[in-house]
């Protein structure tokens, strides 16, 4: 599995339910990974996406406690088990594990790689992921350093130890 994600300078994913940051290089890149893949995220990522509908072209796998909770163009889990259930149906490397914080921490033991857009900036933030080199991930490639208006920004790719 990988996990994809924009963080700031501490590890910052969000405030309010919303990204910190929308960079339309970051949002391609996105798109390029994923398309034809498998995304997993929680149901408030799910509601934070454009519509609040599932992304096309991809398999959507929703992570929520609500049972009842149905949406059109997903699949609901309800547990781990039955995401991890749902998910060994699927290439471990065509996994995508989306956001949020919580769904990133119940699910970073099973990645072994992260597609990570860190961008040079301290953001006034709710959310976090972990910070992968506090962890011991490594880098094992990283773009140059890129703008977008005044944000400055990489692309960088880890692996787990």
């Given at each position: 599995?990988?996990?994809?994600a924009?963080?700031?300078?501490?590890?910052?994913?969000?405030?309010?339910?919303?990204?910190?940051?929308?960079i339309?290089?970051?949002?391609?890149?996105?798109?390029?990974?994923?398309?034809?893949?498998?995304?997993?995220?929680?149901?408030?990522t799910?509601?934070a996406?454009?519509?609040?509908?599932p992304?096309?072209?991809?398999?959507?796998?929703?992570?929520?406690?609500?049972?009842?909770?149905?949406?059109?163009?997903a699949?609901?889990?309800?547990?781990?088990?039955?995401a991890?259930?749902?998910?060994?149906?699927?290439?471990?490397?065509?996994?995508?594990?989306?956001?949020g914080?919580?769904?990133?921490?119940?699910?970073?033991?099973?990645?072994?790689?992260?597609?990570?857009?860190?961008?040079?900036?301290?953001?006034?933030?709710?959310?976090?992921?972990?910070?992968?080199?506090?962890?011991?991930?490594?880098?094992?490639?990283?773009?140059d350093?890129?703008?977008?208006?005044?944000?400055?920004?990489?692309?960088?790719?880890?692996?787990?130890?």
């Amino acid at each position: 599995m990988q996990l994809i994600a924009a963080v700031d300078r501490h590890w910052a994913i969000g405030k309010n339910g919303q990204m910190l940051a929308v960079i339309p290089a970051d949002q391609k890149l996105f798109r390029q990974e994923t398309i034809g893949k498998v995304v997993v995220m929680g149901r408030k990522t799910l509601e934070a996406l454009p519509g609040g509908r599932p992304l096309e072209s991809r398999t959507n796998i929703v992570l929520t406690k609500d049972p009842a909770f149905e949406i059109k163009g997903a699949v609901a889990v309800h547990s781990m088990e039955e995401a991890l259930a749902e998910l060994s149906k699927y290439r471990d490397e065509d996994i995508f594990i989306i956001g949020g914080q919580t769904i990133y921490e119940q699910f970073l033991p099973f990645c072994q790689e992260a597609h990570i857009t860190f961008i040079d900036y301290e953001y006034n933030a709710d959310t976090y992921m972990v910070n992968l080199e506090q962890e011991g991930w490594k880098v094992t490639d990283c773009s140059d350093e890129q703008t977008y208006f005044d944000l400055c920004y990489e692309f960088r790719r880890y692996v787990r130890p």
